[in-house]
């Protein structure tokens, strides 16, 4: 056995020394707000009086009111199309990664050019392609003798485009997240299929999807909390509309607080999306201890 | 997946991720008239650098990008600093509380920052901090993901150095400050290029706590400069400005990508 040395005595104040600057910052900025949030729920506020206690009303006044079944069903739609698109065509790249290929870092950079770019910039970029009159997306299908659609102010197609755009945004994460996921599969598995005479397709439906499972899983999660947390997309390119056809909860809650002055149904609606993400994340960690547990008992 | 068909379905993408950004780039070298004309025209002719002299003639663009690199470069460093002491006290000492401590620290990674906005906002307000540059700065000072990341850091630090530092009667602040900080850089690195590209591009705290055209960060400015102009657009003016707002990002991203994707894998996969 190795000799462990007694930790000093001053070891302890030191630990805590070299802890308190985070831990300041982070209580105060952090956990303090988590905490009040909660409280301010239960509160009737406007920011300028005081907090007056109302129990469960703004959470009855949420239920009561007749946006918020259309802001759950468009979030909830916001969230379902986003992954649908998201994981299809995320996977789609990984695979035509995952091979022997020159160049691989230039088309990794490629797909990554949006994800570091903020969305403000690139909501005033896709606004100039979304633009019905001179957008390059109405003229591209004027070449093919279709349109003009009138993208963003057109309650059928506002919020469908605001999910191809931030589709485009986030790809390049999940193609290397998938693409780490494809590198780390067993290689004996796919190879003795392939020699078993398996097409392509077969191999990819009936060996790599399956085996691919918890990787889908895990992306899938982090996919659908960014997607839950849109903002800044519909501040700067719908402003909830038309016709509140893009009012997502986060938007909403922007609203609520910052239009309206009513902090506590903000707050409300805080915690009950916190609720949902909390749950995903949750599920997303016990599966990834799961997931490293039967890496290392393989 | 035949190899071909791989190579047909990277190239599309490729195309489909930049096209966009070389729409904003031949925008931003057209003339105004040229952007209104019909049928629409997508290669800039004549090309003129007029749009960008006209945005940085404006000394909003430059103000806002400077208080950009004022808050990015400061929580950069304080999420370095303080991330580095925290991540090796929780790694590498024992002291009363700590478990518990780090676990409070891994929770504040799970609430969405939708869910403090209201909260943080009184918070500053009654510190009189609306409309300050430390409404900006302070609250990023340190995070979960900084501590997080120097935490697995430390912990692959052989013990025996400690030991060793030890005998030598070594203190352990010394021992932080001359042995451990320096091995951290791969640490420091992803840590900073997180950091920069987080605040470089965030939008709703900056846009909620000031209120004043000269403390915007670029993405709160550019969102005004566009909103301006809700009647009719001057899209070339209005690309130019954005490209100047988005090179930064690019470039830091660029000469720092291999941290970046480290980091990207460590805070999904490993955790």
Redesign the interface.
Known sequence: M?P??H??R??????????V??????G???????L??FL?GFTDWD?LGTPRWVGLDNYRSLAADPVFPKVIANTLLFVVLYLLLDLV?AL??A?????KLRGLG?????????V???????S??????F?P????LN?VL?WVGLGPVHWLSDPSTALPSLVVMSV?KS???NV??FL?GLQALPGEVLESAEVDGAT?WQR?WHVTLPLLGPTVL?VGI?AS?RA??T??SV??MTHGGPRRSTTVV?YW??QN??TYFK?GK??AL??M??GI??AL?WVQ?AL?KRWVHQEQDA | ???T???G??WI??F???A??L??LA?SLMTYEQ??G???A?WPSPATLDNFRKALSEGALWRWFANSVLVAVVTVAGQI???A??G???AR????G?DL?FF??LM?M??????????????V?RLGWVDTYQALI??D????FG?FLFRQWFLGLP?ELE?AA??DGC???RF?WTVALPTATPAVATLGIFQF?AS??T??WP??ATNSDHLRT???G??AF?ASMRETTD?PL??AA?TV??VP??L???IL?KQ??KG??DG??K?
């Open positions: 190795r462990t040395l930790p000093l001053s070891e302890r104040w030191w630990g805590l020394l070299l802890v600057p985070a831990l300041v910052i982070i105060t900025f952090g956990v303090l707000p988590t009040a949030s301010i920011l065509l789609a790249l695979l035509a990664l995952n091979q230039f088309f990794r950079t490629a797909y990554f050019l949006p570091v770019t903020s969305m403000v910039a690139v005033i970029v896709w606004e100039w392609i633009d009159r001179a957008g390059a003229e004027r485009w790809l390049g994460t290397v997240l780490a392509g990819f895990l982090l909390i839950f947390q903002f800044d501040y700067i986060v809650l922007f607080a910052f902090l903000a707050s805080a915690y999306l916190f993400l909390a994340t960690w990834r | 997946m035949n190899r068909l791989g190579l379905v990277l993408g490729a489909l991720c930049t966009p950004f729409l904003l925008t952007s209104v019909y049928p629409p997508f600093l303080t991330g002491m925290a090796y006290a929780f000492m024992t002291f009363k700590r401590l409070v620290v504040t799970m609430v969405p920052v939708q869910v403090n906005l209201v909260p943080l906002f009184a918070l307000a302070v609250p000072l340190a995070g979960a501590i013990r030991d030890r005998i203190s352990p602040w932080f590209l470089w591009n939008f709703m846009l909620v670029l993405p709160v550019l969102a566009r899209w209005l690309m954005t707002a988005i990002a690019i830091v991203f660029l990508q970046f994707m990207l894998m999904a996969v955790g």
